[in-house]
């Protein structure tokens, strides 16, 4: 149902980096801002960037956005046992607001 | 921080109504789109609408005709009500803030489980 793709997961230890791909189309990542967001079960999900790269008070530079084309990508740096987690993409889509498959993040 | 927080059933039968509430920061309401998004089992997030401090709407097309998002007179609160609901429509369901000035969706709702069954 969703119509950006994401990897179903990624994985490295601790101190590495990781990068979550969101591949979308010219009606949504192609002509829209992307936003990212972190969802640990049982919260309540986390703005990490929003306008494709920039980043709300509060949120460590580890965290990164970039854009290119009909795609987006997060990037984590630094690799904390506390950013395991799920990540989604989100764009607008013909007015519509759509998310990403979803990403799981793990520490090894 | 703002905190937004849900509030209903957790059990829906077949074919009934789902009613949920949101309370939102009343100084706030007027400059932001107020959101109901969706993640059933398993599965990942579903965005359901959005409503405008105006009164206007934007539905999902897969589930419009049985969504409607309203807000109250007070302005402090606005809801989600799905209709003839289904098993598939079980899932945690959050409100949230869309902030048009960062594209974005700045605040979410702890989220709330709704089990549809019998």
């Known amino acids: 149902q969703s119509v950006l793709t994401q990897p179903p997961s990624v994985s490295a230890a601790p101190g590495q980096k990781v990068t979550i791909s969101c591949s979308g189309s010219?009606?949504?990542?192609?002509?829209?801002?992307v936003s990212w967001y972190q969802h640990l079960p049982g919260t309540a999900p986390k703005l990490l960037i929003y306008d494709n790269t920039k980043r709300p008070s509060g949120i460590p530079d580890r965290f990164s956005g970039s854009k290119s084309g009909t795609s987006a990508t997060l990037g984590i740096t630094g690799l904390q046992t506390g950013d395991e987690a799920d990540y989604y993409c989100g764009t607008w889509d013909n007015s519509l607001r759509v998310f990403g498959t979803g990403t799981k993040v793990i520490v090894l | 921080q703002v905190q937004l927080q849900e509030s209903g059933p957790g059990l829906v039968k077949p074919s009934e109504t789902l009613s949920l509430t949101c309370t939102v920061p009343g100084d706030s309401i007027r400059s932001y789109l107020w959101s109901w998004i969706r993640q059933p089992p398993g599965k990942g997030l579903q965005w359901i609408g959005y409503?405008?401090?105006?009164?206007?709407?934007n539905y999902n097309p897969s589930l419009k005709s049985r969504v409607t998002i309203s807000m109250d007179t007070s302005k402090t609160q606005f809801s989600l009500k799905l209709s003839s609901v289904t098993a598939a429509d079980t899932a945690v369901y959050y409100c949230?803030?869309?902030?048009?000035?960062?594209?974005?969706?700045?605040?979410w709702g702890q989220g709330t489980l709704v089990t549809v069954s019998s």
């Open positions: 409503l405008s401090y105006s009164g206007s709407t």
């Open positions: 010219s009606s949504n990542i192609g002509h829209n801002y």
């Open positions: 949230a803030r869309e902030n048009t000035a960062l594209e974005a969706i700045d605040y």
